[in-house]
């Protein structure tokens, strides 16, 4: 944090209107704002008071009150400090108002802010409300630019003035939220034209261009140094950032950039109080990576060797992965694990041949044959991966999917193999990814819909199991609803220290299913759907990663498929394309569909040689209960 020397002419009031978790945002601001001001005051929930007081307990001139009253807004707290200002008599000087409804402030702090009379100003605000653009103020002539309150600053002159006292003396604070921006946002402006009080903003006035700008144009706002980001824009329906066309990614990347500080306290807030799927969309974590490397002739990043995790429980499949392997760019020491004996040695016998030193791999039979994939790693090189060697590790397996047809089956395992090791330059950029971001846990391909009805349905039966689970690891994450952020297929480069938890706990051979029930539901599918909520726990990201061909082809398929659906519906509006859907999904038909139809998935995947007997049964329910148009 940079260093500020406090204003002995400025105060700060500080609005908490829930207990905040994480709270580190939280400290982060009461300690910056103690370095900006002479004195703070904070309004606080009634559960958070006591670690405020603790926070601030070595100076006795910062107040901390409960946020009182029946309307627990950050108006109200605003109302409420200012009130108690203006009642102890003496001259606060400057006063900053803000909360932990923002994540700031970015310091250093516009010198302006803090010095408004020299600037013939009354008022700083960090961005504005565009009232002009605004449909819902269309009958309202003159408006246009109403200054926020999320990072204000009111000048000595205007905390004396009159009229600003009895604004907020009148002000009602309210929980509707848009009649509350009325009295409040609108209000305030009203208020300052009247008194022709003067408003600077870190930016120009014609540098923002729609109307909620703390919405759609929070990259500009960040590239401006605006003193805060809301987390009303990480909070948001992702289907509006969509439609706002919001640019979350942008803005990340400058705070990464330019205020390491700041970002990592977006991203902790976030991991926290966001579904990742969620976030991963509205920041745009998805990257199509070129096959050609940044740096050619790099061949040592700053985290040293690698780890290679492979699964070879089928070990003719070595040679292929004997390819795969000759395209990593940099040091590595590689682990195998196998089912037996004879496999074991058909896998020594064929890497000696190739000429690999004994040193660098290690193979291992597994101790039962149970878990497959996930029991291996998780189990048998739990000691490796918790060693502290390895700072970036991959994990491959030999990837066969006797469920589906062969030609589907295959198409899956060249989607992971391209994904994760597409070439020496793709990887190469993977690896770059991993040592430019520090905050990147995991990075996967996204989630495999060519040939699978993925989309929507991927927990199966997973989610009660994993909740279980996810509440003895103590896990303080928000899981997806519909499809949750997992490496199916269960091929991934990771950073051992995002997945810590997952080699730590006491996992046994027991949980795993017996072969051959690898049934949907067991263990293994449940750590598959697990993995990356265990890394956004830790406070790291994931990145789902494409090579340029399959972008293209399953682009070209996803496209294909939404417009299939979009053209039933009434509109071309997501927003009012769910709001049909979800009132269809409660017809009694659809829900009597849905229940058979999960009954039927269960069952099968369970079993999966009951699909030929129930197949010609569930296309009769389906013909049945299908709604006719």
């Not at 598959?528 to 830790?538: A, G, H, P, Q, S």
């Amino acid at each position: 944090m940079p260093s500020e020397i406090p204003n002995p002419v400025v105060t700060a009031v500080y609005v908490i209107t829930v207990n905040p978790k994480p709270d580190d945002h939280v400290r982060y601001a009461l300690t910056a704002l103690r370095r900006l001001s002479a004195r703070c005051v904070v309004i606080c929930a009634p559960d958070y008071v006591g670690t405020v007081r603790t926070i601030l307990a070595d100076r006795p001139q910062d107040s901390v009150q409960e946020l009182g009253g029946s309307v627990q807004t950050v108006a109200a707290g605003y109302k409420q400090g200012l009130k108690w200002l203006w009642d102890q008599g003496s001259d606060p000087g400057s006063v900053i108002l803000t909360g932990s409804h923002v994540i700031g402030p970015l310091l250093p702090l516009d010198p302006r802010a803090l010095d408004l009379e020299a600037h013939d100003a009354d008022f700083f605000a960090p961005y504005w409300h565009n009232a002009a653009l605004d449909l819902r103020f269309k009958q309202r002539k003159g408006l246009r630019l109403l200054p926020s309150h999320d990072f204000a600053v009111v000048s000595a002159r205007l905390m004396s003035d009159a009229g600003f006292r009895a604004f907020w003396e009148n002000l009602r604070p309210t929980d509707d939220y848009w009649e509350e921006f009325q009295r409040l946002n609108l209000g305030f402006s009203e208020f300052l034209k009247s008194g022709n009080h003067k408003v600077i903003y870190p930016m120009p006035p014609d540098a923002l261009e729609t109307s909620d700008t703390s919405i759609s144009e929070i990259h500009k706002i960040v590239a401006y140094d605006a003193p805060c980001l809301p987390v009303s824009v990480l909070r948001l329906d992702p289907i509006l950032h969509d439609l706002y066309a919001t640019d979350l990614r942008i803005a990340l990347n400058d705070l990464r950039l330019r205020h390491p500080e700041i970002y990592k306290l977006v991203v902790n807030y976030a991991s926290h109080n966001i579904a990742p799927r969620d976030f991963a969309m509205a920041s745009d974590s998805y990257d199509v990576l070129p096959l050609m490397a940044a740096h050619p002739e790099k061949t040592e990043w700053s985290f040293g060797r690698i780890a290679i995790f492979i699964h070879a429980f089928y070990a003719d499949m070595m040679p292929e992965f004997w390819v795969l392997l000759q395209r990593i760019p940099c040091a590595y020491d590689l682990f195998i694990t196998t089912s037996n004996q004879e496999n074991r040695d058909q896998i020594d016998s064929f890497l000696k041949s190739q000429g690999l030193k004994a040193e660098a791999v290690n193979v291992v039979v597994v101790e039962r044959n149970r878990g497959r994939d996930m029991s291996s790693l998780f189990i048998s090189f739990r000691e490796a991966a918790l060693s502290g060697k390895y700072n970036v590790a991959l994990r491959l397996h030999s990837k066969r999917t006797p469920q589906v047809s062969r030609q589907v089956g295959e198409n899956f395992k060249k989607y992971l193999f391209d994904n994760l090791v597409g070439s020496r330059g793709y990887i190469a950029n993977i690896l770059d990814r991993f040592e430019q971001e520090p905050d990147l846990g995991m990075i996967m391909p996204p989630v495999v819909h060519v040939g699978f009805g993925t989309l929507g349905h991927s927990w199966y039966n997973n989610f009660q199991p994993l909740a279980a689970i996810a509440e003895k690891m103590e896990l303080k994450v928000n899981f997806d609803v519909d499809t949750p952020l997992a490496p199916l297929g269960t091929m991934y480069w990771f950073r051992p220290d995002a997945v810590q938890k997952m080699f730590e706990w006491p996992w046994q051979w027991e949980d795993y299913n017996p072969e051959p029930r690898h049934i949907d539901g067991g263990l293994a599918h449940v750590q598959e759907r697990l993995i990356c909520y265990v890394c956004v726990d830790r406070g790291y990201r994931v990145l789902m990663a494409m090579t340029p061909e399959h972008a293209g082809r399953n682009y070209a398929k996803l496209e294909y498929k939404l417009q299939l659906l979009a053209a039933r519906l009434a509109s071309g509006n997501i927003m009012i394309q769910r709001d049909q859907l979800d009132q269809l999904r409660v017809t009694p038909r659809s829900r009597a569909l849905r229940s058979l139809m999960q009954i039927y998935g269960k069952i099968v995947r369970r079993f999966p040689g009951s699909r030929r007997t129930l197949r010609p049964i569930g296309h009769f329910l389906r013909g049945v209960l299908t709604p006719k148009s």
